[in-house]
């Protein structure tokens, strides 16, 4: 069933101890939506500026993604350059330049309004909420925030934490938003705050996600998934993203929504973003196919599985 | 079947963001027999000095660890201060006396040189390969080290590391020991200086085996297993050594060595150590039932598991 993003689409320019990449095609809403086209049709709404062309267009339709609510206005698109050093969890940030998306204001069409599946990209929270009330027809509802917005936005954010049903956040996040260096506590702490599932994502070492008490049946404990150890990390930037799009588009291309479907969603958000990392901006979502992606879910579970 | 551990036993004074601890009994080899006394029976080498009494003893003698390989001298056991602050992963060590432990030769009782499993803690290398070299009728030899013998003595932990069917070591020791700040490439490289299995501890986010080709018949790929997320971490001290006690002993336990056996061998050193950070010292492990540990083992599967 059909699942809508918002969020950004942005050139990135990246360097990394693998190389270096100008200007490739970036941003959360980009690495959500193909990561998650694997599973389930994607809806993306964005602002781009006139350096956005036809080629770009291009990665998007061939994997089917419907770009019909990506506006166009005067002026650049969003652009960011960084660098990683031998800590793939941590960028330093070289430039920004917000371009167009300074004045974002998503406009919905008026056919994704019946949208079941929706994915808040990390933007300001006051428009994920404004995006959020504009879809009160939807099952499931999940988010992304950052440190600009835990630090700056605290009550706008938490209006945005009410609203969604999944909060999926990396654990530096997450003890910033509890204020609590203890990652259960923390979990618990967000959770009280509105999300009924918290997904923390934890870079090479996988993600956990914590559930409301009887939330979708997945009862109190946590679930954690593993990542693959991988030998080469060729570009960090959008793995989060992707584990996203895997989580959602997952749970999107499912009818029912348990404790079961959840940790299927945990398992292929690890997937996505594994694959992700391997090429510089969107190259390994253009040539990934759904067999390789059944193929490393397998690997994914003979990494933990005991009988 | 009888698991030997040679390493030390000391007194530790612990500072933690839930309060302090003044002389507990810790060590090592305390903390790693402790935990493998619940699934096999243990024998330990180690040095003490006059200061260990008829009440240490009894920790020991309570869980059925043979201790009549402790050697005792004139002088003071070996002493630890630390503290540790918000991450639990890293201890800011206050003061270290080495006491007896400074000459410690350890020495083997006639009747425990035919130990079938055995765990060299984290000791002088050269005293880990004259141990090793004592028990060749050993079916499994797991190995400890730290960053101190990684930068000083690499000639003599690369004799050691030809001696060990599994090497435990954390993340940063991992990465030092191979020169290489990617975990997956760093666990080749080692691999390739002898240990036929390495199991590179993540502290709170689990712990991950990789296999020498063929080696237990456990295939190339990895395997990874969690850790329960703790509100609650009381002191982190001895918990890794708790980790391998788990996973030593229950290898020890069972007959055969296979990639099953390591993967359960995994989730019990896990499930050891998320108990021993539960209290200061030895404290958890002196009340801890093996009903409670296969408990948290079933939680553990539960945690991770897919249909």
């Given at each position: 069933m059909s699942?809508?993003?918002?969020?950004?689409?942005?050139?990135?320019?990246?360097?990394t101890p693998h190389g270096k990449a100008e200007r490739v095609l970036g941003g959360a809403a980009t690495h959500f939506s193909l990561a998650a086209s694997f599973f389930t049709s994607v809806r993306l709404v964005a602002v781009v500026g006139e350096d956005f062309t036809e080629e770009e267009e291009q990665v998007f339709r061939a994997r089917g993604v419907d770009i019909g609510g990506i506006a166009r206005e005067k002026g650049k698109s969003f652009f960011w350059a960084g660098a990683y050093g031998d800590n793939v969890n941590e960028a330093q940030t070289l430039d920004t330049q917000l371009g167009v998306f300074s004045s974002f204001n998503p406009q919905l069409p008026a056919k994704y309004k019946d949208s079941p599946y929706v994915f808040l990209a990390n933007?300001?929270?006051?428009?994920?909420?404004?995006?959020?009330?504009q879809l009160n027809g939807a099952r499931f509802v999940g988010g992304d925030t950052m440190n600009y917005w835990i630090n700056g936005s605290r009550p706008q954010l938490g209006e945005m934490l009410k609203l969604v049903d999944a909060l999926?956040?990396?654990d530096h996040e997450a003890k910033m938003l509890a204020q609590d260096p203890n990652l259960a506590r923390a979990a618990k702490k967000i959770l009280?705050?509105?999300p009924k599932t918290l997904v923390i994502k934890h870079g090479e070492y996988g993600a956990t996600a914590f559930f409301q008490d009887g939330a979708f049946g997945a009862g109190g404990h946590p679930f954690r998934a593993p990542t693959l150890p991988l030998e080469t990390v060729v570009d960090p930037t959008g793995a989060g993203d992707s584990f996203a799009g895997g989580f959602m588009g997952y749970i999107a291309s499912r009818g029912e929504i348990n404790r079961e479907v959840f940790k299927k969603a945990m398992f292929y958000g690890g997937v996505m973003g594994s694959f992700a990392v391997e090429s510089f901006g969107t190259a390994r979502m253009q040539t990934l196919t759904r067999a390789e992606i059944e193929e490393r879910f397998n690997l994914f579970c003979e990494l933990?599985?005991?009988?």
């Open positions: 699942l809508l993003v918002v969020g950004s689409v942005a050139f990135d320019s990246i360097q933007i300001d929270p006051v428009l994920q909420v404004s995006v959020r009330r999926l956040i990396n009280a705050m509105g933990t599985h005991i009988e």
